[in-house]
T-cell receptor
Framework: AQKVTQAQTEISVVEKEDVTLDCVYETRDTTYYLFWYKQPPSGELVFLIRRNSFDEQNEISGRYSWNFQKSTSSFNFTITASQVVDSAVYFCALSGTAGGTSYGKLTFGQGTILTVHP | EAGVAQSPRYKIIEKRQSVAFWCNPISGHATLYWYQQILGQGPKLLIQFQNNGVVDDSQLPKDRFSAERLKGVDSTLKIQPAKLEDSAVYLC????????????FGPGTRLTVT
């Protein structure tokens, strides 16, 4: 069985602060995908990133960066110089690849509510 | 490219009534998913279709929930009869195929059962 844990239920920061959202996962699959999604107040889940389990390179996209550490089963997400528009619920998710028991199925964490104050 | 469309956006019904939700996936996406998202939780998969066949419905409460994707495009999710605990947002997602990994979500239907 797969499991994703986001221990931070809510985070509140002031604009321009950096913030890191934690994600820890459990899976028996040897290969898998990790994801981050953003859910703004409008409700639609917006895809942010997919990471393959065999690729442990960190990734940066503008103000967003992701730190994948297979040794600790973590896939953390950092927003640099946060902005009010970053306020949303952020979900970490996991799915299996071809041949795995969870092929094509997303398992989500509970989500972290991020509020960025002006 | 148009995104995943869902309707209605909001629905309020009384318990024991029935309700149906509709989803139109991104054009060309063979895989379609229905998720249930209870307030304060992450989405939970209810059913997965590949074209018009069911791949996984292990978490669908089949005594009251049903879903179909007759022509491999649009899909309908039905609840009959509804219970109070069915109050949630029902999200539809699509993907070109399961191996791609990422799924694209619609805006959801917020169901309130009173």
């Amino acid at each position: 069985a797969q499991k994703v844990t986001q221990a931070q239920t809510e985070i509140s920061v002031v604009e321009k602060e950096d913030v890191t959202l934690d994600c820890v996962y459990e899976t028996r699959d040897t290969t898998y995908y990790l994801f981050w999604y953003k859910q703004p107040p409008s409700g639609e889940l917006v895809f942010l990133i997919r990471r393959n389990s065999f690729d442990e390179q960190n990734e940066i996209s503008g103000r967003y960066s992701w730190n994948f550490q297979k040794s600790t089963s973590s896939f953390n997400f950092t927003i640099t110089a946060s902005q009010v528009v970053d306020s949303a619920v952020y979900f970490c998710a996991l799915s299996g690849t071809a041949g795995g028991t969870s092929y094509g199925k997303l398992t989500f964490g509970q989500g972290t509510i991020l509020t960025v104050h002006p | 490219e148009a995104g995943v469309a869902q309707s209605p956006r909001y629905k309020i019904i009384e318990k024991r009534q029935s309700v149906a939700f509709w989803c139109n996936p991104i054009s060309g996406h063979a895989t379609l998913y229905w998720y249930q998202q209870i307030l304060g939780q992450g989405p939970k998969l209810l059913i997965q279709f590949q074209n018009n066949g069911v791949v996984d419905d292990s978490q669908l409460p089949k005594d009251r929930f049903s879903a179909e994707r007759l022509k491999g495009v649009d899909s309908t999710l039905k609840i009959q009869p509804a219970k109070l605990e069915d109050s949630a947002v029902y999200l539809c997602a699509s993907s070109p195929d399961p191996g791609v990994g990422e799924q694209y979500f619609g805006p959801g239907t917020r169901l309130t059962v009173t």
